[in-house]
């Protein structure tokens, strides 16, 4: 993503394509991108600060090891830099609270002693090794706006009935949402993917939209094909297969 949620060279989506085949590493990654998720919805985050802790995960595993680092530290960090680049500061005091409640339901808050002091030093100091890795590019581009512009196009197209009856847009956001749990958000450019999470809604719907001189999503979006549609909807497909392997 350079300063956007997009691939940046060839190397990193090679690396990309690598991490999407290692199974293992990807349940890890699923399951700790929902921890982001959860733990975000609960702290009151708000939807680009939550993708934006997602991407930051997802960049430092790009060229870091899971055999190196723990995953749910990265991600705790993830969570306290994010709120600061979207400047929606959170206090470390409520990541730990919530993040030790989400591993431990029933339990109390911690007590503010060592292991407390400890763990709040630990994500500090994994916030500056983010940040070095990223070599301080932690200011992204997200698909979310392209998405609300595509379903506004889309609306136009179509009947008053036919857009109130299906719940497109609320489809295609909970696709984008979801993409956040797999590398395909930092593969791709956020264009490309705000239109094929709203392909796909379309398509599970089965929604036809009136046909010109060019298809409705090369009006919307120039510069993408039809094979990188459909491969930026398997890569998203995918992760709905993930999820039944990690519940």
Known sequence: MSTQASTSGSVNEAKGRRSAEDVPDSKTHFRVCRFII?????????????ATACVLYHRFFQSASLQVYEPYLVAMSAIYLAGKVEEQHLRTRDIINVCHRYFHPESDPLELDGKF???RDSIVQCELLILRQLN?????????????QYLLSVRSLLNRHAWSRTPIAETSLAVLKDS??????????????????????????GVQLPRGELEWWQVVCADITKAQIETIMSELLRLYDMEAKCT
Do not use: I, N
């Open 38 to 50: 959860e733990t975000g919805v609960k702290l009151g985050m708000r939807s680009v600060p939550m």
């Open 117 to 119: 002091w400890d763990l």
């Open 136 to 148: 301080f590019q932690v200011s992204f581009e997200h698909p979310h706006k392209y998405l609300l």
């Open 180 to 205: 956040y749990h797999g590398s395909v958000c930092v593969r791709h450019k956020p264009q490309h993917l705000a239109l094929t999470s709203l392909y796909l809604a379309l398509q599970t719907y």
